[in-house]
């Protein structure tokens, strides 16, 4: 409503303006029919005219145009500085200025004195001619008997809102429940995108979850399956070394093939309190045949150890020697040292510890092998 206010009041604004305007001209044409038309007549007296119009020239300075007597005011000052400062005829400067002021107010003030609707001067002849585009608007306005005045759009359209305040008070209500029933749409939109995010973000973690679940399952499945093949082997070169041993050729290289890795075993003398090797298989053989009990090789550390478990060590890099000291019959005491690399994965497997199998068992029987070796090798003698 408040909107449709100042719509209105612009237009009052400017109807008043133009109305005005179309006064002017209905009022000149009058003048016309009067038979005052010579207008151009009317140019050449406007100047000196307006000298004696004090009313127009105050009135031209209320609205803030330029009056056509303004020239000559403004003339009377240079008149009298120009004779002062020169030695001409004060008739003939008289004259001369007299000429210079009228010519100024004919040619540039008094065409627009006669085409402005706010003065007394206005001409419909001289606007026709000076303001002909203009002109042409208006006379369809004026043209007919029944004159049409801007101010009857803005009646009209009073009228029109009176007559449509009921349907505009309608479509108000139905423009806001319209909104309204938008803004919940929207809030709703905007709920269920959120919770469908929410949704995505489960299934999406849920799916990656299961991906990082099915890859460890299935590596665990291949590990499995790969501690099951090694068992296997161990079973199988366990029965070989067992039926080896019945048939009385049995010796440290099955206990070798038992783990897949080169082997040194090493009996620990009381005499001389050293360890002195009494086995090397399946190594290049650098191993030394005596240790000393204080010497930084696995083996000594394990003898010297009071932990019941492996010592692993690094000789080189990717090489290992795995160590175990095992009590043995006779009051014999051996360390058994295994040795392989990172790309054997079977003694790797089977000795060092894993989350698989229990290492320890494998340990027990090659323990169990080893003593079954000290036992066959008293009885024969060696």
């Known amino acids: 409503m408040q909107n449709d206010m100042q719509f209105l009041h612009r237009i009052n604004h400017v109807a008043e303006h133009l109305d005005s305007a179309i006064k002017a001209i209905i009022s000149s044409q009058t003048d016309q029919k009067l038979k005052v038309k010579n207008w151009v007549l009317t140019w050449f007296l406007i100047p000196f005219h307006s000298l004696i119009d004090f009313k127009g020239f105050f009135k031209s300075i209320k609205s803030k145009s330029i009056s056509p007597a303004i020239p000559f005011y403004a003339g009377i000052p240079v008149f009298f500085f120009v004779n002062w400062i020169s030695n001409l005829n004060i008739y003939i400067l008289l004259l001369s200025a007299a000429i210079l002021m009228y010519l100024i107010s004919f040619i540039f003030i008094a065409p627009k004195s006669m085409c402005s609707f706010s003065e007394g001067y206005f001409r419909i002849g001289a606007y026709a001619v000076f303001r002909k585009q203009e002109h042409e608007i208006f006379k369809e306005a004026v043209g007919t008997e029944d004159v049409f005045y801007f101010s009857s759009i803005s009646q009209q359209i009073q009228i029109f809102l009176a007559v449509n305040a009921p349907y505009k008070s309608i479509h108000d209500r139905i423009d806001n429940f319209l909104n309204l029933e938008k803004a919940n749409l929207i809030a709703q939109l905007k709920s269920e995108n959120n919770l469908h995010r929410q949704e995505t973000a489960k299934y999406n973690k849920a799916l990656k979850d299961f991906d990082s679940n099915t890859t460890q399952l299935l590596s665990k499945i291949e ?26 050729c049995f010796n440290f290289g099955d206990i070798a093939n038992i783990v897949s890795s080169g082997i040194t075993i090493y009996e620990f003398s009381s005499e001389d309190n050293v360890l002195k090797k009494i086995a090397d298989e399946r190594t290049t053989g650098i191993s030394p045949k005596i240790l000393e009990l204080d010497s930084s090789y696995s083996c000594a550390k394990a003898f010297s150890s009071n932990e019941d478990g492996l010592i692993v060590d690094e000789p080189q890099p990717d090489r290992f020697v795995a160590s175990k000291k095992l009590k043995m019959d006779y009051d014999k005491t051996w360390v058994i040292n295994f040795h392989f690399d990172i790309t054997q994965e079977k003694p790797l497997f089977l000795i060092v510890g894993n989350v698989i199998l229990d290492t320890n068992e494998i340990i027990r029987a090659i323990h169990s092998m080893c003593l079954l070796k000290q036992e066959a090798d008293i009885k024969g003698g060696t």
């Open 223 to 248: 590990e499995q399956e790969l501690a099951i093949r090694y068992l296997v082997e161990f079973i199988k070169s366990t029965n070989i070394a067992l039926y080896r041993q019945k048939n009385e």
